[in-house]
């Protein structure tokens, strides 16, 4: 063999290595491209599926959280009706006592007495029953405006109470 026919031989089986290797890079591009588009459906699948999950979720939270500023709106609302019921009752109140409409008095204590016959009617009343003294309209005033401060402090409880049993839920 002479050396143009070994370089030719040798040229002939490189080319001919080279088209088996650009051949089988061929097929194997080809059945990887389907692969990969086969993955990639599935994962456009399942990122659609996944997106479409969330989507759910952050609706019904949305949902959730409609509902509970809806109810915390009433018993606001409740609470607040509540509240300025008892400003009116307690203001009609003071302008009762101012008037003298109305005289708050206290039970006195009668220790002398141990009958449980109910005493005389007094030369100024008609009031069967134990004794009673009636306040100074200021004490008066000033007892009224206590109680009304401990309203309020009951009712804005009742409101603190309810908000946190909603929000519990």
């Known amino acids: ?24 890079w061929k097929v194997q591009d080809w059945r990887y491209s389907g692969q990969l588009a086969k993955q990639a459906g ?10 479409s999950a969330a989507a759910d979720q952050v ?3 949305q949902g959730k959280r409609l509902a509970l ?10 609470h607040h009706r509540a509240l300025t019921d008892a400003q009116r009752d307690q203001d009609r ?4 006592l101012a008037t003298a409409d109305v005289r708050l008095s206290v039970l006195l ?25 009636q306040l100074d309209p200021a004490h008066a005033q000033r007892i ?9 402090g009951l009712i804005a409880l009742r409101a ?10």
């Open 59 to 61: 609706q019904a939270e």
């Open 42 to 51: 599935l994962h456009k699948d399942d990122l659609a599926k996944i997106s």
């Open 109 to 133: 204590e009668d220790s002398a007495s141990c009958s449980t016959v109910p005493s005389t009617a007094g030369a100024g009343g008609v009031v069967h029953g134990r004794t009673r003294a």
């Open 1 to 24: 063999m002479s050396p143009g026919t070994l370089k030719l031989l040798i040229a002939g089986a490189a080319v001919a290595l080279i088209l088996a290797i650009s051949a089988t």
């Open 144 to 152: 009224i405006a206590i109680t009304d401060a401990g309203d309020r």
């Open 69 to 78: 500023e809806q109810q915390l709106t009433t018993s606001d609302q409740t």
């Open 93 to 96: 109140l003071r302008d009762r």
């Open 160 to 169: 603190c109470q309810a908000y946190v049993r909603t929000i519990a839920r």
